[in-house]
């Protein structure tokens, strides 16, 4: 373990060679990226491995000296990042891959893959850092990675806008994480993890303290995970390449959200109105987004509020005090949520176009991509003896052996919500017949197959790593040793498993009668509601709403401040100099030299001092 701190540099030395050398590799770059990327999966592949056995292992030094202050920089490896390494450099290693099929031919492909090694690195040095100060700088750096990634295609202005949005709306957050970090400092005279909890746990924090520097880190959270309302940005960042939107979505900058409020879990721990927040958000941006999942056209769209649906879910288990289960949840989505954007990568590339409505009949012509984003679609639906079926059915036990029988059943309901949007997808774009003339439509190359076929291995057997059917492993390694982290498996009643199944089956059913058999007319939601399908298919307008309050609320204040700026300001300084200068004139004038001039002014002068002191009755 004493070597994770290489982990982050293979990425970085991709990064820094690919942007100066790139242009004379050209598609050489993606060998570059692929072997870079591949050390740094080996290494914590070997971490892991020695974490499962091994105890906690940190090492840290000085790396700022302030008067008696001193600041540290340094790595740890406990339970939760060696987890999370892994999974980002794994789904990163894939994405390098898939991308040398997908972006072949990109007049850009080395600055790509330079893009992707540096949004890499800050991810990993991210997972690694032992203290909130570290945290926060690789947390602004990823942000930098994705704003680069998804304005990738800059000539758009679609993308451009998308990357600022996305830049913008994640800052909001970050700027609670740094007050949050700020008063914990204060309070604690650290940045440190261990000793953050330790002062929690020794009773050095109020109450109210804790609530409020928990909450703030967690709106931090909100913005990169996409919760609501800062969620908006998460779906218009598909304007970036497809293998970004992978990366992006599946387990890397959505998941650092989830994972920072994993990583300070004793803090919220310590709050239960902390702990109320989070499950509430989360079980409210569940259900909120899947419900617009139901009727976008955009295939990519869809997944990406299915993203935000599923990040809700991961709030919801850890604000109901299920750590285990939610980042149980995190490993399982990180898997079967690649595998479906790379999948939808592929069926873009086929057919290249991004609506569904023109889309069908392509099970037979896809023969690879099919079956693979099938079992994609399976595993986040929920069927049992698929990777999400496990984790779901954590996150459901969690909510309700809390207490919280109202999210539970929101829960419930984005859980049916979920198994018909994806199979809606499914039907519409795989089966039937063409809803439109593609030329040529052809299987994707094997570089970008083999990724999508290792994703969907472990979309199906991810999840047996901690089931009660096949061993709790995974949940009574993470928790071991910290009991402020919970029980690692909660056995809940029989009929839970049995209702998040049969919301599953039924979603399932409902989109098969709709979209596969056509046996019930798909326009029955237009027609019959047409107000909730228009609220829906414009997403609730919350842009809208954005765009007519914040954005042109800024733009009033900033008219207001150029009106005070132009017309008081300078207009206050434009009289003042207007004035001087008169008076500089009428000065240069009166000093002319001439004795009888200065005699008349003294004269008139005197004159005007004796008529006032006459006037005031010589009490002047």
Same mark, same amino acid.
């Given at each position: 373990?004493?070597?994770?701190?290489?982990?982050?540099? $293979?990425?970085?030395?991709?990064?820094?060679?690919?942007?100066?050398?790139?242009? &004379?590799?050209?598609?050489?770059?993606?060998?570059?990226?692929?072997?870079?990327?591949?050390?740094?999966?080996?290494?914590?592949?070997?971490?892991?491995?020695?974490?499962?056995?091994?105890?906690?292992?940190?090492?840290?030094?000085?790396?700022?000296?302030?008067?008696?202050?001193?600041?540290?920089?340094?790595?740890?490896?406990? *339970?939760?990042?060696?987890?999370?390494?892994?999974?980002?450099?794994?789904?990163?290693?894939?994405?390098? +891959?898939?991308?040398?099929?997908?972006?072949?031919?990109?007049?850009?492909?080395?600055?790509?893959?330079?893009?992707?090694?540096?949004?890499?690195?800050?991810?990993?040095?991210?997972?690694?850092?032992?203290?909130?100060? *570290?945290?926060?700088?690789?947390?602004?750096?990823?942000?930098?990675?994705?704003?680069?990634?998804?304005?990738?295609?800059?000539?758009?202005?679609?993308?451009?806008?998308?990357?600022?949005?996305? =830049?913008?709306?994640?800052?909001?957050?970050?700027?609670?994480?740094?007050?949050?970090?700020?008063?914990?400092?204060?309070?604690?005279?650290?940045?440190?993890?261990?000793?953050? =909890?330790?002062?929690? &746990?020794?009773?050095?924090?109020?109450?109210?303290?804790?609530?409020?520097?928990?909450?703030?880190?967690?709106?931090?959270?909100?913005?990169?995970?996409?919760?609501?309302?800062?969620?908006?940005?998460?779906?218009?960042?598909?304007?970036?390449?497809?293998?970004?939107?992978?990366?992006? @979505?599946?387990?890397?900058?959505?998941?650092?959200?989830?994972?920072?409020?994993?990583?300070?879990?004793?803090?919220?721990?310590?709050?239960?109105?902390?702990?109320?927040?989070?499950?509430?958000?989360?079980?409210?941006?569940?259900?909120?987004?899947?419900?617009?999942?139901?009727? *976008?056209?955009?295939? %990519?769209?869809?997944?990406?509020?299915?993203?935000?649906? *599923?990040?809700?879910?991961?709030?919801?288990?850890?604000?109901?005090?299920?750590?285990?289960?939610?980042?149980?949840?995190?490993?399982?989505?990180?898997?079967?949520?690649?595998?479906?954007?790379?999948?939808?990568?592929?069926?873009?590339?086929?057919?290249?176009?991004?609506?569904?409505?023109?889309?069908?009949?392509?099970?037979?012509?896809?023969?690879?991509?099919?079956?693979?984003?099938? +079992?994609?679609?399976?595993?986040?639906?929920?069927?049992?003896?698929?990777?999400?079926?496990?984790?779901?059915?954590?996150?459901?036990?969690?909510?309700?052996? @809390?207490?919280?029988?109202?999210?539970?059943?929101?829960?419930?309901?984005?859980?049916? $919500?979920?198994?018909?949007?994806?199979?809606?997808?499914?039907?519409?774009? $795989?089966?039937?017949?063409?809803?439109?003339?593609?030329?040529?439509? @052809?299987?994707?190359?094997?570089?970008?197959?083999?990724?999508?076929?290792?994703?969907?291995?472990?979309?199906?057997?991810?999840?047996?790593?901690?089931?009660?059917?096949?061993?709790?492993?995974?949940?009574?390694?993470?928790?071991?040793?910290?009991?402020?982290?919970?029980?690692?498996?909660?056995?809940?009643?029989?009929?839970?498993?049995?209702?998040?199944?049969?919301?599953?089956?039924?979603?399932?059913?409902?989109?098969?009668?709709?979209?596969?058999? &056509?046996?019930?007319?798909?326009?029955?939601?237009?027609?019959?509601?047409?107000?909730?399908?228009?609220?829906? %298919?414009?997403?609730?307008?919350?842009?809208?709403?954005?765009?007519?309050?914040?954005?042109?609320?800024?733009?009033?204040?900033?008219?207001?401040?150029?009106?005070?700026?132009?017309?008081?300001?300078?207009?206050?300084?434009?009289?003042?100099?207007?004035?001087?200068?008169?008076?500089?004139?009428?000065?240069?004038?009166?000093?002319?030299?001439?004795?009888?001039?200065?005699?008349?002014?003294?004269?008139?002068?005197?004159?005007?001092?004796?008529?006032?002191?006459?006037?005031?009755?010589?009490?002047?």
């Amino acid at each position: 373990m004493e070597i994770a701190w290489l982990i982050p540099l $293979f990425p970085l030395l991709s990064f820094l060679v690919l942007l100066l050398a790139g242009r &004379r590799l050209k598609e050489a770059s993606a060998a570059a990226g692929i072997l870079l990327t591949l050390a740094s999966l080996a290494l914590s592949v070997y971490v892991l491995i020695e974490r499962l056995s091994g105890p906690t292992f940190k090492a840290e030094a000085v790396w700022l000296t302030i008067g008696d202050l001193q600041l540290t920089a340094g790595f740890e490896v406990n *339970q939760l990042n060696a987890l999370m390494l892994v999974i980002v450099s794994l789904v990163s290693f894939l994405v390098h +891959i898939y991308s040398k099929g997908y972006m072949h031919g990109d007049e850009r492909f080395p600055v790509y893959y330079a893009y992707l090694g540096l949004f890499t690195f800050s991810m990993l040095g991210l997972v690694l850092s032992p203290n909130l100060l *570290q945290t926060y700088i690789f947390w602004e750096l990823v942000g930098l990675g994705s704003f680069l990634l998804i304005g990738f295609y800059f000539y758009k202005e679609s993308a451009k806008h998308a990357a600022m949005k996305a =830049f913008i709306m994640t800052r909001i957050g970050d700027v609670g994480l740094l007050i949050g970090m700020i008063l914990l400092f204060w309070e604690t005279g650290s940045f440190e993890y261990d000793e953050i =909890f330790a002062a929690v &746990r020794g009773g050095e924090l109020s109450g109210t303290m804790i609530t409020l520097t928990a909450i703030l880190i967690f709106v931090g959270a909100v913005g990169k995970s996409g919760q609501f309302p800062l969620h908006t940005w998460l779906p218009d960042a598909m304007e970036g390449p497809t293998p970004v939107s992978a990366l992006i @979505h599946a387990a890397t900058m959505v998941a650092a959200g989830v994972y920072l409020v994993a990583a300070t879990f004793p803090l919220f721990a310590a709050s239960e109105a902390a702990m109320m927040t989070v499950a509430i958000i989360g079980a409210f941006t569940a259900i909120f987004a899947a419900s617009i999942g139901l009727v *976008q056209t955009d295939i %990519k769209r869809v997944l990406a509020y299915s993203t935000v649906s *599923q990040l809700g879910y991961m709030m919801l288990a850890l604000g109901s005090a299920g750590y285990v289960a939610g980042v149980f949840h995190l490993m399982t989505h990180a898997f079967f949520k690649a595998l479906l954007f790379l999948a939808a990568g592929s069926v873009i590339h086929a057919v290249h176009t991004q609506d569904i409505e023109k889309m069908g009949g392509l099970w037979k012509k896809l023969r690879f991509t099919g079956p693979l984003f099938l +079992i994609g679609t399976l595993a986040i639906s929920g069927v049992p003896l698929f990777s999400g079926f496990f984790s779901k059915d954590e996150i459901l036990i969690a909510a309700w052996e @809390h207490g919280n029988t109202t999210l539970f059943w929101l829960a419930v309901i984005a859980a049916f $919500f979920t198994a018909f949007y994806m199979f809606r997808l499914f039907f519409m774009v $795989f089966m039937g017949e063409a809803r439109s003339h593609h030329k040529a439509v @052809h299987e994707s190359p094997g570089s970008m197959v083999w990724p999508m076929a290792v994703l969907g291995i472990l979309a199906i057997f991810a999840g047996y790593v901690n089931t009660p059917w096949f061993g709790t492993f995974l949940g009574d390694w993470l928790v071991e040793g910290n009991s402020a982290l919970g029980h690692g498996h909660v056995e809940g009643p029989a009929w839970i498993m049995i209702v998040a199944t049969s919301v599953s089956l039924a979603g399932i059913l409902l989109a098969y009668l709709i979209y596969g058999k &056509r046996a019930i007319s798909r326009d029955g939601l237009i027609t019959s509601v047409p107000l909730t399908y228009n609220v829906l %298919k414009n997403k609730y307008y919350i842009d809208e709403l954005y765009h007519y309050t914040f954005v042109y609320g800024a733009k009033a204040v900033s008219l207001f401040l150029r009106f005070i700026e132009l017309f008081l300001v300078e207009g206050i300084m434009k009289t003042v100099a207007a004035l001087v200068q008169t008076l500089g004139k009428t000065g240069s004038k009166i000093q002319s030299g001439q004795v009888q001039t200065y005699g008349a002014i003294a004269f008139a002068g005197l004159a005007v001092l004796m008529l006032i002191f006459a006037l005031t009755g010589g009490y002047l």
